[in-house]
């Protein structure tokens, strides 16, 4: 168990007896637990005082000063930190004393070395479903308001303005930003924010919906509506009456449904398919979006009376390249919650691997920051992140465009080729995408594709 995590867990053993010490060290050693000695309270209190353990071990008759007095001492100035006492004589009283003043437990000698490794076991365990409840506790507390939107940056600020002013009105909200920006994210955070905050945040993904399921999935349905309809069922705006309905994708909510989407928002009613009645709905709507509706108005796959009911309060994300002002204190916090989650209590990054987070373009926005900060907190030996920990993609050689032998007018041939290169890959070959991200028009895009021959 201990060899599992790359950082050896260390006991710290302080025992009089030389047999007894020696014999517990070895055999730890041998389990991947890393072990230092005391034979006395007075060393024993010198070590604690460096703090540099994760479970302390101690007799509670030692010379100098009591097993008590090192757990007071454990308990008061290193509370994360474990401690296990060893009573000589099975002496129920100084048990149960060493349990109540905080000890994990205790082991009476004479012990086996199998007993010993359970209880070691036992304490580490405990200790990383601790964590976790600490991970779960921050999560909801972070419920509370956007303090887990990490952002610094004028355009993130921009942003938490925004979601200030609109949490406590019922205005539609769209949010838009690239995949990865944290749209979900802002979404949870105006619910929470707001005074239907203890009420449901109902999520629609717009793409993941078949179309010839929308219908029934938002208004629901009555007993006998189509084949298959077998009981009556509500639908997402009944399950969300009073709360919160998140419609992510919204540019991909089929063009037959937009009118009836429309009437909804308008009357601020429905009726389940095959039913008669309108059930009114108290609904606050938020749309995200990846796609641009003012394209899709224009290419008539949006209807517009939809876009103007839709776009009343806009807040865009700015794609993570735009503001790489966050991006050490994204990697800061991402690296805190993942040390925590997977118990790496000492890492950090190397030099060359921070350049390489700082300098790279991030498609994949913040999630993609996230996952690479994830993998290489897994990867990472020494509790250090180096380069090799991270995705090649991030690790590799920027645009290999500054080289010896080219003028300047090479160099900035070849850096604009692979720029382009570049955003057709990120933007999936899509054009009006890649030129969107180009900050060109599509036609300029095409003249340079063509001249560069690129694929
Ligand atoms: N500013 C931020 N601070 C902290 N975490 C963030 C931030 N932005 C995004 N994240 C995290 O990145 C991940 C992606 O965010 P989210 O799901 O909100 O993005 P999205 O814009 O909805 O993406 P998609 O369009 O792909 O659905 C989530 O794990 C989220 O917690
Ligand atoms: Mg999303």
């Given at each position: 168990?201990?060899?599992?995590?790359a950082?050896?867990?260390?006991?710290?053993?302080?025992?009089?007896?030389?047999?007894?010490r020696?014999?517990m060290?070895h055999?730890?050693?041998?389990?991947?637990?890393?072990?230092?000695?005391?034979?006395?309270?007075?060393?024993?209190?010198?070590?604690?005082?460096?703090?540099?353990?994760?479970?302390?071990?101690?007799?509670?008759?030692?010379?100098h000063?009591?097993?008590f007095?090192?757990?007071?001492?454990?308990?008061?100035?290193y509370?994360?930190?474990?401690?296990?006492?060893?009573?000589?004589?099975?002496?129920?009283?100084?048990?149960?004393?060493?349990i109540?003043k905080?000890?994990?437990?205790?082991?009476?000698k004479?012990?086996?070395?199998?007993?010993l490794?359970?209880?070691i076991?036992?304490?580490?365990?405990?200790?990383?479903?601790?964590?976790?409840?600490?991970?779960?506790?921050?999560t909801?507390?972070?419920?509370?308001?956007f303090?887990?939107?990490?952002?610094?940056?004028?355009e993130m600020?921009?942003v938490?303005?925004?979601i200030?002013?609109?949490?406590?009105?019922?205005?539609?909200?769209?949010?838009?930003?690239?995949?990865?920006?944290?749209?979900?994210?802002?979404?949870?955070?105006?619910?929470?924010?707001?005074?239907?905050?203890?009420?449901?945040?109902?999520k629609?993904?717009?793409?993941?919906i078949?179309?010839?399921?929308?219908?029934?999935?938002?208004?629901?349905?009555?007993?006998?509506a189509f084949t298959?309809?077998?009981?009556?069922?509500?639908?997402?705006?009944?399950?969300?009456?009073g709360g919160?309905?998140?419609f992510?994708?919204?540019g991909?909510?089929p063009?037959?449904?937009?009118?009836k989407?429309?009437?909804?928002?308008?009357?601020?009613a429905?009726?389940?398919?095959?039913g008669?009645?309108?059930?009114?709905?108290?609904v606050?709507?938020?749309?995200?979006?990846?796609?641009?509706?003012?394209?899709?108005?224009?290419?008539?796959?949006?209807?517009?009376?939809?876009?103007?009911?839709?776009?009343?309060?806009?807040?865009?994300?700015?794609?993570?390249?735009?503001?790489?002002?966050?991006?050490?204190?994204?990697?800061?916090?991402?690296?805190k919650y993942?040390?925590?989650?997977y118990?790496?209590p000492?890492?950090?990054?190397?030099?060359?691997?921070?350049?390489?987070?700082?300098?790279?373009?991030?498609?994949?926005?913040?999630?993609?920051?996230?996952?690479?900060?994830?993998?290489?907190?897994?990867?990472?030996?020494?509790?250090v992140?180096?380069?090799?920990?991270?995705?090649?993609?991030?690790?590799?050689?920027?645009?290999?465009?500054?080289?010896?032998?080219?003028t300047?007018e090479?160099?900035?041939?070849?850096?604009?080729r692979?720029?382009?290169?570049r955003?057709?890959?990120?933007?999936?070959?899509?054009k009006?995408?890649?030129?969107?991200?180009?900050?060109i028009?599509?036609?300029v895009?095409?003249?340079k594709?063509?001249?560069y021959?690129?694929?």
């Amino acid at each position: 168990m201990a060899e599992k995590s790359a950082i050896k867990r260390h006991i710290l053993i302080i025992e009089d007896e030389p047999s007894l010490r020696l014999g517990m060290k070895h055999f730890l050693s041998t389990q991947g637990y890393r072990v230092s000695l005391c034979a006395d309270g007075a060393e024993g209190m010198e070590a604690i005082k460096k703090g540099d353990f994760d479970l302390v071990i101690t007799d509670i008759r030692l010379p100098h000063c009591s097993g008590f007095e090192i757990l007071d001492i454990v308990k008061n100035q290193y509370p994360d930190k474990g401690i296990i006492l060893i009573t000589a004589y099975a002496d129920v009283k100084d048990a149960v004393q060493a349990i109540k003043k905080g000890a994990f437990d205790y082991i009476a000698k004479p012990f086996s070395n199998e007993e010993l490794l359970i209880t070691i076991e036992r304490f580490f365990k405990f200790q990383s479903l601790e964590n976790e409840v600490t991970l779960l506790r921050e999560t909801l507390k972070n419920k509370e308001g956007f303090a887990d939107i990490i952002g610094v940056s004028p355009e993130m600020k921009l942003v938490f303005d925004r979601i200030t002013s609109v949490a406590k009105t019922d205005v539609p909200v769209l949010i838009e930003g690239e995949s990865g920006t944290g749209k979900e994210l802002v979404a949870n955070a105006i619910h929470n924010l707001s005074s239907r905050k203890d009420k449901p945040f109902v999520k629609i993904n717009c793409a993941a919906i078949p179309e010839h399921l929308f219908e029934s999935e938002l208004f629901g349905h009555e007993r006998g509506a189509f084949t298959g309809a077998t009981e009556t069922r509500k639908g997402k705006f009944e399950y969300a009456n009073g709360g919160t309905i998140f419609f992510d994708e919204i540019g991909d909510i089929p063009l037959v449904l937009q009118p009836k989407l429309l009437r909804v928002i308008e009357d601020h009613a429905i009726t389940r398919l095959g039913g008669n009645a309108t059930i009114a709905v108290d609904v606050r709507i938020i749309y995200a979006t990846s796609k641009n509706l003012k394209e899709l108005v224009k290419e008539g796959r949006f209807r517009e009376e939809l876009f103007y009911r839709i776009n009343v309060v806009p807040i865009q994300l700015p794609p993570l390249r735009k503001r790489v002002e966050d991006i050490p204190y994204l990697i800061d916090h991402f690296l805190k919650y993942y040390m925590k989650k997977y118990d790496k209590p000492e890492l950090r990054i190397s030099q060359e691997a921070y350049q390489a987070l700082l300098s790279y373009h991030w498609p994949g926005n913040v999630r993609e920051l996230k996952h690479a900060i994830e993998r290489a907190a897994v990867l990472s030996k020494d509790g250090v992140i180096t380069l090799s920990d991270l995705p090649e993609e991030i690790s590799g050689p920027g645009i290999p465009c500054i080289s010896e032998g080219y003028t300047l007018e090479e160099s900035l041939r070849c850096f604009e080729r692979e720029m382009i290169r570049r955003a057709l890959k990120d933007a999936g070959g899509k054009k009006t995408e890649a030129a969107r991200r180009l900050g060109i028009s599509r036609k300029v895009l095409w003249k340079k594709i063509k001249d560069y021959e690129i694929e």
